[in-house]
């Protein structure tokens, strides 16, 4: 079955860091840059990450640049996003994205989220 | 970073009607506008991108149309399982692709 799972998420103080992860399963996982997007409670969709096939490049939103890190290990199939120095405003549902083609930023398979709660 | 805007917040439709939900761009995109559903619950799913091209396995009823600033999503003969969130999504001017805050298309 062609799919993404995210897991991972929790809740966390302000201040602290976690680690998601993101398995995608019936593809060839090599082929495709995937994406971090985040959805806070009552909003629309905001762009987080994304890290390319290969795991070479990496790029992020302002919003979260300098405290999150994304990373793949294709052993696995597995991407990765350390969030660290989280700030309530980084409350949301976390999904990971594969982009349609190469470099085209647009995502035509979504995992199912996990929720990632900061609060003290 | 491009801001998109959608319209109306809120739509009410009868089942067999056409729905018209409206994205417009902060400045132009050329055709690199998207499309997405989210039911209750679930992931966004690809609907349309390009503007106007179907997404695979999205039924024929869902048409995209527009360019430059100005995008229309039209889905026509509407039916119970169409009551969604329906977002738009810029993909020409990034980092960030930016999206729409949504529009919540309701069934009556």
């Known amino acids: 079955q062609v799919q993404l799972v995210e897991s991972g998420g929790g809740v966390v103080q302000p201040g602290g860091s976690l680690r998601l992860s993101c398995v995608g399963t019936?593809?060839?996982?090599?082929?495709?840059?995937i994406h971090w997007v985040r959805q806070a409670p009552g909003r629309g969709q905001e762009w987080v990450a994304v890290?390319?096939?290969?795991?070479?490049?990496?790029v992020y939103a302002d919003s979260v640049k300098g405290r999150f890190i994304v990373s793949r290990d294709n052993s696995r199939d597995t991407v990765y996003l350390h969030m660290a120095s989280l700030a309530t405003e980084d409350t949301a549902i976390y999904y990971c994205?594969?982009?349609?083609?190469?470099?085209?930023?647009?995502?035509?398979?979504w995992g199912q989220g996990t929720p990632v709660t900061v609060s003290s | 970073e491009i801001v998109m805007t959608q319209s109306p917040v809120t739509l009410s439709v009868s089942p067999g009607e056409r729905a018209t939900l409206s994205c417009r761009a902060s400045?132009?995109?050329?055709?690199?506008l998207a499309w997405y559903q989210q039911r209750p619950g679930q992931a966004p799913r690809l609907l349309i991108y390009?503007?106007?091209t179907r997404a695979s396995g999205i039924p024929a009823r869902f048409s995209g149309s527009g360019s430059g600033t100005e995008f229309t999503l039209t889905i026509s003969s509407l039916q119970s399982e169409d009551s969604a969130i329906y977002y738009c999504?810029?993909?020409?001017?990034?980092?960030?692709?930016?999206f729409g805050q949504g529009t919540r298309l309701e069934i009556k």
């Open positions: 994205a594969r982009e349609l083609r190469h470099d085209n930023w647009l995502f035509d398979l």
């Open positions: 019936g593809f060839s996982f090599t082929r495709f840059g």
């Open positions: 890290v390319g096939d290969d795991g070479a490049a990496q």
């Open positions: 400045q132009s995109v050329s055709s690199d």
């Open positions: 390009a503007t106007y």
């Open positions: 999504q810029q993909y020409n001017n990034r980092p960030p692709v930016t």
